[in-house]
């Protein structure tokens, strides 16, 4: 059965260090996403995109954080100058379509730390 | 703003047991709702999807129903088993852009 994946699974990184969390969609799906869960909080919504272009951003998705889909098959997302507080994991998920009607399938996550 | 509530946070049962767990949100205008499972240091899976025009939805043992007049949705287990022990995450969609928002969930243990 197709699936979500990420990669690295974990993540350690200096505060102010760059980092780059890596997914791959499933392979028909168009829609794609971007969400994180700080331990022991509900999981939050960050991004979604589609055809290139972000669809909607959340508060927390400030001028530090960026996504892109570099090639046909993966998508990506960037936090230029990490904070301690950006540690949490960080799940990819896509959907087949969107329009809010779809199941959103999620990778296993990575989980990041900032020191 | 759109408000997730799961009742309750916790819940313990023996093997064999049904049980039901609980979700509410605050505003009814939502495109679905959608129960995932989240197992320890894991990803989500996603475990049953209702539209918002439907009332209900089924896979296996699990039941999932959708009241959006009143905000809530229930998701029912037939004949627990040690493995459905996991944290149980409901989530709402509000807009086309696909946006989930999600509930804090609920721990079930269900002992042998």
């Known amino acids: 059965e197709p699936e979500v994946t990420q990669t690295p699974s974990h993540q350690v990184t200096q505060m102010g260090q760059e980092v780059i969390l890596r997914c791959v969609p499933i392979?028909?799906?168009?829609?794609f996403y971007w969400y994180r869960q700080i331990l022991g909080q509900k999981v939050e919504f960050l991004v979604s995109?589609?055809?290139?272009?972000?669809s909607e951003k959340s508060e927390i998705f400030d001028d530090q954080f960026s996504v892109e889909r570099p090639d046909g098959s993966n998508f990506t997302l960037k936090i230029r100058s990490t904070k301690l507080e950006d540690s949490a994991m960080y799940f990819c998920?896509?959907?087949?379509w969107g329009q809010g009607a779809e199941t959103q399938y999620f990778g296993p996550g990575t989980r990041l730390l900032v020191l | 703003k759109q408000e997730v509530t799961q009742i309750p946070a916790a819940l313990s049962v023996p093997e064999g047991e049904n049980l039901v767990l609980n979700c509410s949100f605050t505003?009814?205008?939502?495109?679905?709702l959608q129960w995932f499972r989240q197992d320890p240091g894991k990803g989500l899976t996603s475990l049953l999807l209702i539209q918002s025009s439907q009332r209900e939805q089924t896979s296996g043992r699990l039941n999932a129903s959708l009241d959006k007049s009143s905000g809530r949705s229930t998701l029912y287990i037939a004949a627990s088993q040690p493995g459905d022990s996991a944290t149980y995450l409901c989530?709402?969609?509000?807009?086309?852009?696909?946006?989930?928002?999600f509930g804090q969930g609920t721990t079930l243990q269900v002992k042998p």
């Open positions: 998920a896509s959907s087949e």
């Open positions: 505003d009814s205008a939502i495109y679905n």
């Open positions: 392979s028909n799906h168009l829609y």
């Open positions: 989530a709402v969609i509000i807009s086309n852009t696909g946006k989930l928002i």
């Open positions: 995109f589609y055809n290139n272009e972000i």
